[in-house]
């Protein structure tokens, strides 16, 4: 059939082509930018973007110990207690608990001893915890009953599984109220036979009874014929954890350890239903990867209701959520940010968390820039793009960044990154004073302020010690300096001279880098793991800082499981290595250098096989101490003996840098809390003007197509209306 059938004659005039090219070439730029990643049912909706580069391996509460896991658990899981979101120093606070524990000490014969008693007299610690009434878990299958009370889940059929990818997909579910037998059933599973928790083996040392449960479950689990079954752990008794009723429970730990009310924040002590264990161990659901480790079930705020590892995690807002309000008080300095301007509203602000999967920073940081993502770090790649450096050397905003309304966040991490030193070995170990002066004179030459600047964009602050800012016993200002490696000059600490290093290198046997005694070059050896060309600039640095004091370096690259043999054997000489602080408190940094956690013999955290009889007998004094007047004093003696001996050189404090649109509210790093994103609030209005205004469709561009395509078909279009007049006459 002829066109002409179709349409009348008119229409093919050349005008009319132009306006149908130019209304076909616009026809996809109407209010919403085509340039949108997310589906048009997102649009308005309360959601915060966000990205994830690989999938958590664990989120099993008793199993999971990195990051990118407490990121999806801290939303989803509720531990006893939390840290104030507003607070610095790191502030403990209640969650599910009605109030912080009341601790109570005894002696061997179970009498009340004062608070104020000595540690070595105190024999058992006991913790009482009461919890607030009503709370209730997230509609789950696991706690789906028919009307007999049977748990309807709780064997599947695979009938029953034909439609199912994930617990949501499930017809019926589920909920009931939080008891103090759930946080009594999470501690035994530190234990259980088949999780292997990362910190079973401390808690066995601290909760009384632990290690003779562990026992008991592991010899009964051997005998199991079916290793994969549920092994229902319930009555096991656990001689340290009583249950008084369904809100009260009460743990005894063996002596004094203050610092178990911290662990008590850790997804580790987070409650676990019992429900949820014999509907995750059934065979047809593993299969499918319905598991504890991929869909956890907790109280908290959020629910994890999709986690495709291809595609995106999805939080979503838990419809059983008990509530609570957003902090009333707050720190001076975050007051006057306005971070209180939500107080006493309900909490969470925000109906879902969707993180996408992005395995390259580039396209994040577009992304991001554009509007699609609310926030975002830095990489090197991006870092001068977004920031510069003040007079004064402080990092702010470029005027691009400002003028699209980008805030910046910082916070010095609670880590720290060193040099460490094997102290068992003969050339760089040992304690007398010629070895001691050659670390110090190490510790000047490597110049961290130098690689902060190079390796970390400024992003980090020189080490003065093993503590970091945020924990207590970290001191500020001239009486926090390492004195063997700064001086104090002019309100700031200042690097001592490289002359002073040489002094000290002479004075330690090796003049000019040559060894006194025999006449031969000072060569050490530095073990690393390294695998691009980033490393190959990093570990050149490190080279010639050696070199500044005559010294060879020779580089040791291995991969990280050879790394590990090498430092378990003690073959290591020197190395590089880092901590985050698990809990707020200087033991968790100090025992890195506590004699009887080595790592050659014992299998400890401490690298640097250090030993100091009297560093340990401080240590062991200050770490079953309350905060205070005593305890800082033991702390500053702690500190003035690791600075001489040196068995780390300090190295460097990372600093968070954390860019977010100005729609993004509330957002405050808090490097100890996994549960931030509940106070934080999204502008959906905003956000969206914005996004429309930075993906605006530039249109000249099509018009001109338009118009060339026009001029284009103009010789076609006067052909065709020739011939239609030739054939009508």
Request: aromatic share 12%.
């Amino acid at each position: 059939m002829e066109l002409s059938a179709l349409f009348p004659r008119r229409f093919f005039t050349l005008p009319a082509v132009c306006w149908v090219i130019a209304l076909l070439a616009l026809a996809g730029c109407g209010e919403r930018s085509p340039n949108n990643p997310y589906p048009a049912d997102d649009d308005g909706r309360n959601l915060l973007y966000t990205a994830f580069a690989e999938r958590p391996k664990h989120l099993d509460p008793a199993r999971a110990y990195s990051s990118n896991e407490y990121e999806i658990l801290g939303q989803v899981y509720e531990p006893l207690y939390q840290y104030h979101y507003l607070k610095r120093p790191y502030t403990l606070i209640p969650q599910t608990a009605e109030a912080l524990p009341q601790v109570r000490y005894l002696d061997s014969a179970g009498q009340e001893l004062p608070v104020d008693a000595a540690p070595e007299s105190i024999a058992f610690s006991e913790y009482e915890i009461v919890l607030k009434p009503g709370i209730r878990y997230q509609p789950h299958p696991a706690f789906s009953r028919r009307p007999d009370g049977s748990h309807r889940y709780h064997a599947v059929t695979a009938e029953e599984l034909t439609d199912v990818a994930a617990p949501a997909d499930f017809a019926e579910s589920g909920s009931r109220t939080l008891t103090a037998q759930d946080y009594l059933y999470q501690i035994k599973r530190l234990v259980h036979p088949q999780l292997h928790s990362p910190i079973a083996e401390m808690m066995k040392e601290h909760i009384v009874g632990l290690k003779e449960l562990g026992d008991r479950m592991e010899a009964d689990y051997r005998k199991a014929a079916d290793k994969e079954a549920f092994f229902d752990i319930r009555s096991y008794p656990l001689a340290g954890v009583e249950v008084v009723d369904n809100l009260h429970l009460r743990i005894r730990l063996h002596g004094k350890y203050p610092q178990f009310r911290f662990w008590l924040a850790m997804p580790f002590f987070a409650p676990m239903p019992w429900e949820a264990d014999v509907f995750y161990t059934q065979p047809l659901l593993k299969a499918k990867n319905i598991s504890l480790d991929w869909y956890p079930v907790g109280t908290g705020p959020f629910m994890l209701t999709e986690n495709n590892p291809n595609r995106r995690m999805i939080l979503d807002r838990n419809p059983h959520y008990h509530g609570e309000s957003y902090p009333a008080e707050a720190d001076g300095a975050f007051a006057a940010r306005g971070l209180l301007a939500d107080a006493g509203k309900p909490l969470p602000f925000i109906d879902r968390v969707e993180f996408v999967l992005e395995k390259e920073s580039i396209p994040y940081w577009n992304k991001f820039l554009q509007g699609y993502y609310d926030a975002s770090g830095l990489a090197s790649d991006n870092f001068e793009q977004a920031i510069t450096f003040t007079g004064q050397g402080g990092p702010e905003l470029t005027p691009s960044m400002k003028a699209k309304g980008i805030e910046l966040r910082t916070a010095v991490t609670a880590s720290t990154f060193y040099t460490g030193f094997n102290m068992l070995d003969p050339v760089v170990g040992g304690y007398d004073e010629a070895r001691s002066k050659l670390r110090q004179a190490l510790a000047i030459a490597l110049d961290y302020e130098e690689y902060i600047s190079i390796f970390a964009n400024g992003r980090g602050v020189p080490a003065q010690g093993a503590i970091p800012p945020g924990i207590y016993g970290f001191e500020e200002g001239e009486a926090g300096i390492n004195p063997y490696v700064y001086r104090w000059n002019n309100g700031a600490p200042q690097r001592r001279p490289l002359e002073e290093a040489k002094r000290l290198l002479a004075e330690a046997g090796f003049p000019g880098g040559i060894e006194a005694a025999t006449g031969q070059p000072l060569i050490l050896n530095l073990d690393v793991t390294a695998s691009g060309p980033d490393d190959k600039s990093r570990l050149n640095w490190y080279r010639k800082q050696f070199a500044k004091l005559g010294i060879q370096l020779v580089l040791r690259t291995t991969d990280y499981n050879q790394f590990q043999q090498k430092m378990a054997a003690g073959n290591a000489q020197i190395f590089l290595w880092g901590w985050n602080a698990d809990y707020p408190d200087p033991e968790n940094f100090f025992f890195l250098l506590y004699g009887p956690n080595a790592k050659v013999g014992q299998g400890g955290e401490n690298a640097a096989n250090y030993r100091n009889d009297q560093f340990d007998r401080l240590f062991e004094r200050m770490r079953n101490m309350d905060d205070g007047a005593e305890r800082m004093e033991l702390i500053r003696q702690m500190q003035e003996i690791v600075r001489h001996d040196s068995p780390w050189l300090f190295g460097f404090h990372p600093k968070s840098f954390m860019l977010h649109h100005d729609w993004y509210r509330n957002l405050e790093p808090n490097l100890m809390a996994n549960n931030e994103i509940k106070y934080q609030r999204i502008d959906t209005v905003e956000r969206a003007r914005q996004r429309a205004e930075w993906n605006r469709p530039i249109a000249w561009p099509l018009w001109l197509v338009a118009g060339l395509t026009a001029l284009a078909l103009a010789p076609a279009v006067a052909g065709y209306r020739r011939r239609q007049r030739e054939k009508a006459l």
